[in-house]
């Protein structure tokens, strides 16, 4: 099976007509009679971390050191810079669909994949096969951070603190260390993880939390984030949708650069031929957006949006073979979701 899986090759037109068939066929594994229902007004909280002095730092850094970052950990820095439209963040939330995990927008359902946001990030060394789980038997906190920051463990061990269930250290302790330590390859690991702390998973404000450390020490092992990202991404959209509120602490700003990139037909975004170092998250930077469009209009905007508004993939995907069946056996899912 596993040869007759990889070998098999079929276009676009195939799978679109295989999956079409397929639906009518088979429906969906959601209870028999379900009638998709959005309801209940969401009142989420989309406290973020001040980001200017990540900004200030990533600044002030020379291109050696900047083309190091990028060699290492892609595009990260630009997620400093994407700003959340609030208004439409919080109407997004009120069309997560709870019992599809996905939005539902009119009549148009979509969900970020894990092929989109791997591109959107654009680093060789998150492309792993192995999807980070946290393990069974971990180092501890301070040991992690001794080979992150490449500190004593005396050092790491006085500016740990307890802050609710789990263990942190202050992003100003961070953003000091990465002013004055003297090893560039160093400063770019803990920028890396600074920017995974306060704008990827932004939990603890204004702290790194012991579980993003557990996940950055991985990284260099064949592991990928970006199931893990993706997960907490669904899991905090379908926590606050469930209570009717609470604050969401995915990444805000993949999610609406994803969300942009799917509507390029609403914002008149020309498409891009792409080049070599072509980048989405730096073209979502550069691109202009007006944020002057209410939540009451945004949400006005989502439940009339028709099916050719909405382009199924993002422009920039480049196009590649994607696992929809194996052998008999239909819409293989996605992991870590």
């Known amino acids: 099976m596993r040869n007759e899986c990889l070998n098999k090759v079929e276009d676009n037109a195939s799978v679109c007509t295989w999956s079409e068939k397929t639906q009518l ?4 594994s959601v209870t028999e009679g379900y009638t ?55 109407a997004m939330v009120q069309f997560w669909n709870l019992a599809y995990s996905c939005f539902t927008f009119g009549d148009v359902d979509l969900v970020p994949t894990l092929e989109e ?6 680093c060789p060394r998150i492309r792993g096969y192995k999807a980070y789980v946290r393990p069974t038997s971990l180092p501890a906190f301070t040991k992690k951070l001794v080979m992150i920051t490449g500190m004593s463990e005396q050092w790491n061990v006085a500016r740990v603190q307890q802050k609710g269930d ?32 306060m704008v990827i998973f932004p939990k603890a404000l204004g702290h790194i939390d012991e579980a993003v450390a557990n996940l950055f020490d991985r990284l260099g092992k064949q592991n990928t984030p970006v199931p893990a990202i993706l997960a907490e991404t669904i899991r905090s959209l379908s926590a606050c949708r469930r209570v009717g509120e609470g604050r969401f602490i995915g ?28 980048s989405p ?13 209410s939540e009451e209009r945004w949400i006005d ?25 194996c052998g008999s056996f239909d819409w293989v899912p996605l992991p870590g979701i």
């Open 166 to 197: 789990s263990k942190c250290i202050l992003w100003a302790v961070l953003r000091d260390l990465i002013s004055t330590h003297p090893d560039v390859k160093k400063r770019v690991d803990v920028l890396s993880l600074s920017i995974y702390s």
């Open 301 to 325: 905007i989502l439940q009339n949006l028709q099916e050719e508004d909405v382009m199924w993939k993002a422009p920039w995907l480049v196009p590649n073979k994607v696992l929809y069946r």
């Open 36 to 90: 998709s229902e959005l309801w209940d007004f969401t009142r989420v909280n989309l406290t973020q971390n001040e980001l200017q002095e990540l900004r200030n730092i990533w600044a002030q850094w020379d291109d050696e050191a900047k083309q190091l970052f990028y060699q290492n950990y892609g595009d990260l820095p630009y997620l400093q810079d994407v700003k959340v439209d609030r208004h439409l963040f919080r």
């Open 281 to 293: 998250l730096k073209e979502a930077v550069d691109m202009p957006r007006r944020d002057d469009i």
């Open 117 to 122: 946001y791997t591109t959107l990030l654009c």
């Open 251 to 278: 990444c805000a700003q993949l999610l609406l650069v994803w969300f942009h990139s799917h509507f390029w037909k609403l914002d008149k975004v020309p498409f891009r031929v792409f080049f070599e170092g072509y």
């Open 25 to 28: 066929d088979k429906r969906d």
